[in-house]
């Protein structure tokens, strides 16, 4: 039996000078996905007069989006581009590691690529 598993957790700490916003995705991400934790997002976004966000997403087992959660993450990474200070991802392939450094083009912040997380934690903090 083949079972097609996806999910996308995301947890929120409050940092003295800005919010970490931490992601991990699983599978093949859908639109209801988005639909589910973008609120949640805003409502961070909200919280503060002029948010600053640091970022840590794990995509080590990420296979990719459907076609309209792939423009709502960019959308939503667009509206949100000029809040973004360090955006640390980490994974295990190589389209992994290229569309990470294509974030810099679209964010004011500085995006890196890690092959641990330990890696990742380490920068972000």
């Not at 991990?24 to 503060?48: H, N």
Request: hydrophobic content about 45%.
């Amino acid at each position: 039996m083949n079972v097609n598993q996806h999910c996308l957790t995301i947890s929120i700490k409050r940092k003295p000078d800005c919010f970490l916003l931490s992601f991990k995705a699983v599978g093949k991400l859908t639109v209801e996905d988005y639909q589910m934790i973008t609120p949640i997002i805003s409502s961070t976004f909200r919280a503060e007069e002029n948010p600053k966000l640091d970022i840590l997403i794990d995509v080590s087992q990420f296979e990719g989006w459907t076609v309209r959660a792939a423009w709502n993450d960019f959308m939503l990474s667009v509206k949100h581009c000029g809040e973004f200070q360090r955006v640390a991802v980490f994974g295990n392939a190589s389209w992994q590691k290229i569309l990470s450094q294509a974030g810099n083009w679209f964010i004011s912040g500085d995006v890196r690529f890690f092959d641990t997380r330990m890696e990742a934690i380490d920068w972000i903090e």
